[in-house]
């Protein structure tokens, strides 16, 4: 019998209380007249079984809750005498109360297990395949030279490349580091390359390092050592072999006064500083402040997406920061007034349709329902399917995610959801159904999961309507929609934002020459 059966049987209560306040006021604003409507029961058990399946399995009140609402016909046919015996029997192990009961394994929860090591030496494996074609595109091999001989050569010491979303400057600095790394092992040098690279969350820092330890492995010419140093991995070393330190400003900032600090930043060759538009943060200004003043050979590298024009008095403070600037020339060496309209052009980037939605603030509250925005989602979603494109819907939250994906099976659009309890098996299936003609998955609803760590390829569309935070998780979303045919994109891709989020994002001077679309 399936877990969705067994959550049948359960009181309306009962299923109330698992799926919390949050998710069944979303669940009434979008299917019932008010806050007092009367939820059915097979949105409830539905809205149960994608909220609190892990709940239920995994835990000895969710084990008991659903022993105790079967009937003492169904208890008996299990082999049980009475409801003390099957509570006794199957409440203190998972794997057997799935068994027993016949519940499908992927609703056992997998145990998180952390396989990574705070430190790796990798050996080169020439011919390894890195997924890509390998080799840079003009302008980017055209930038890399330039930084190049500026980090080598240049009596500056701290630059910044900017490149627009989606133009892959992530490849750019690995691809220069690679460079970097070989010519200063090449000469007679008292000790190895060493770089750190600083970004500001835990899954940029270890995407970085995948980038990196990927290329490596293709293309390096001798071992070299890859730390490590964010959480969980809180401690770090010099070795004698090149060594690439990928942190967070985090625990950077925290660590400013320690041994292990200083002597990671004594022996930096490079230090890369990844969003650099963050680092007008005080906290950030300490950290670039305490490598210069215990590195009086310092190099430092920013990184940022985000495109600026000459009047642009917001990035003024960032610029002060450093003593060079590049950024994305032509084949005659020009600098390129508008980088992305370039980059469009050359179908390195796909031009990116914007529509404005409503907020979809809640019933009660000034301002749009949840209703509206959904009704607008789904006219959206509906218009896509028939255009043969796919898109990832970014939900306000966990909540917000499974009223909508059910307000959309509801008519009879067929969606994926993927939240923090999604079984693992399940999300790889979506991931991997997504966007598969031969599968018919479209559309792909979550709250915040997919925005960092996971690659669509292909992607059409993205609609924004959480709040997006910060300038580093805009470029990050908008980012998988603005791929274009030559970086494994499309041509025209579309994406549907908020109101508000339109105009945050704008304030991001993000939207460099791109019309709003009514």
């Known amino acids: 019998m399936s877990l969705e059966n067994y959550i049948k049987n359960l009181g309306t209560t009962t299923k109330n209380d698992l799926l919390g306040s949050e998710v069944t006021r979303y669940l009434r604003e979008t299917f019932c007249k008010n806050q007092e409507g009367v939820l059915s029961k097979e949105i409830l058990n539905k809205a149960v079984l994608l909220k609190s399946c892990f709940d239920l399995t995994g835990t000895k009140k969710g084990r008991r809750l659903l022993i105790d609402a079967l009937s003492i016909e169904k208890l008996n046919a299990l082999g049980y005498s009475d409801y003390e015996e099957a509570n006794r029997q199957l409440d203190s192990n998972t794997q057997h109360f799935c068994t027993a009961l016949g519940i499908d394994e992927k609703y056992i929860k997998p145990k998180t297990q952390e396989n990574r090591i705070a430190q790796v030496d990798v050996i080169s494996k020439f011919g390894e395949s890195i997924k890509s074609k390998g080799f840079l595109h003009p302008y980017q091999r055209r930038l890399k030279e330039q930084l190049l001989w500026d980090i080598k050569n240049s009596a500056l010491q701290s630059h910044l490349c900017t490149m627009p979303t989606g133009a892959g400057k992530t490849t750019l600095a690995v691809e220069l580091l690679l460079d970097l790394i070989r010519t200063h092992s090449s000469k007679e040098n008292n000790r190895p390359f060493n770089f750190i690279w600083i970004v500001e969350g835990e899954i940029l820092a270890e995407q970085s390092l995948q980038s990196f330890q990927n290329v490596w492995r293709q293309k390096g010419d001798f071992p070299l050592s890859i730390n490590r140093y964010f959480t969980p991995f809180e401690s770090t070393q010099i070795t004698n072999l090149p060594s690439a330190t990928f942190c967070t400003f985090s625990l950077v900032t925290n660590r400013l006064d320690t041994p292990e600090l200083k002597a990671l930043f004594q022996k930096a060759d490079l230090l890369i500083i990844d969003e650099a538009h963050s680092s007008k943060a005080e906290t950030y200004e300490d950290s670039i402040r305490h490598y210069q003043n215990l590195n009086p050979d310092y190099r430092i590298l920013g990184l940022t997406a985000t495109p600026y024009r000459p009047d642009d008095v917001n990035v003024d403070s960032l610029k002060a920061m450093f003593q060079n600037h590049r950024s994305i020339t032509d084949a005659s060496g020009s600098l390129i007034k508008s980088p992305i309209s370039y980059l469009i052009n050359k179908d390195y980037l796909s031009h990116v349709d914007f529509?404005?939605?409503?907020?979809?603030?809640?019933?009660?509250?000034?301002?749009?329902?949840?209703?509206?925005?959904?009704?607008?989602?789904?006219?959206?979603?509906?218009?896509?399917?028939?255009?043969?494109?796919?898109?990832?819907?970014?939900?306000?939250?966990?909540?917000?995610?499974?009223?909508?994906?059910?307000?959309?099976?509801?008519?009879?659009?067929?969606?994926?959801?993927?939240?923090?309890?999604?079984?693992?098996?399940e999300r790889e299936r979506l991931i991997s159904d997504f966007g598969n003609a031969e599968k018919s998955l479209s559309i792909l609803v979550n709250g915040g999961i997919l925005s960092k760590g996971v690659d669509v390829p292909g992607l059409n569309s993205v609609m924004i309507l959480g709040e997006v935070g910060n300038p580093s998780q805009a470029l990050q979303i908008l980012g998988r929609a603005m791929r274009g045919p030559k970086n494994g994109g499309n041509k025209n891709n579309t994406v549907y934002l908020t109101r508000d989020n339109f105009t945050r994002i704008s304030s991001y001077k993000i939207l460099e020459q791109i019309t709003l679309s009514s």
Do not use: W
Not at 377 to 388: D, F, G, P, Q, S
């Open 355 to 425: 529509h404005q939605m409503t907020d979809g603030e809640s019933v009660g509250v000034a301002g749009d329902s949840i209703k509206e925005l959904h009704d607008q989602v789904l006219t959206a979603c509906r218009n896509l399917i028939t255009e043969k494109k796919n898109c990832i819907i970014f939900a306000k939250s966990m909540s917000h995610a499974i009223a909508l994906h059910l307000f959309l099976l509801s008519y009879q659009l067929e969606s994926g959801l993927i939240i923090g309890d999604t079984p693992p098996i």
